[in-house]
Nanobody, 115 residues
Framework: QVQLVESGGGRVQPGGSLRLSCAASGFTFGDLWMHWVRQAPGKELEWVGYISQSSKMIYYVDSVKGRFTISRDNAQSMLYLQMDDLKAEDSAVYYC????????RGQGTQVTVSS
């Protein structure tokens, strides 16, 4: 049974940084591509990016390219999202998931970017 637990969110000013973490269990983490998705109030779930099993391939939605970095530690079954130069439009609940539709996501972690 897939279990994903996100953490690391918070409130930051525009231009600030946060590092989100996702602890995975219940499946062989290293076997799957892993995804980050987010959902802002009143909006649909949005795919943010994904990383291949070996970390050799990483893709991002255009709006976060150059600002966000996805990484993973297969030995620890951990997924990370480093977010730099945050903007107000990045405010959302962030989830890790096993596909771009958000399958298996946990309770999420809130990111609020505001001055």
């Amino acid at each position: 049974q897939v279990q994903l637990v996100e953490s690391g969110g918070g409130r930051v000013q525009p231009g600030g940084s946060l590092r989100l973490s996702c602890a995975a269990s219940g499946f062989t983490f290293g076997d799957l591509w892993m995804h980050w998705v987010r959902q802002a109030p009143g909006k649909e779930l949005e795919w943010v990016g994904y990383i291949s099993q070996s970390s050799k391939m990483i893709y991002y939605v255009d709006s976060v390219k150059g600002r966000f970095t996805i990484s993973r530690d297969n030995a620890q079954s951990m997924l990370y999202l480093q977010m730099d130069d945050l903007k107000a439009e990045d405010s959302a609940v962030y989830y890790c998931a096993i596909d771009r539709l958000g399958t298996g996501r946990g309770q999420g972690t809130q990111v609020t970017v505001s001055s």
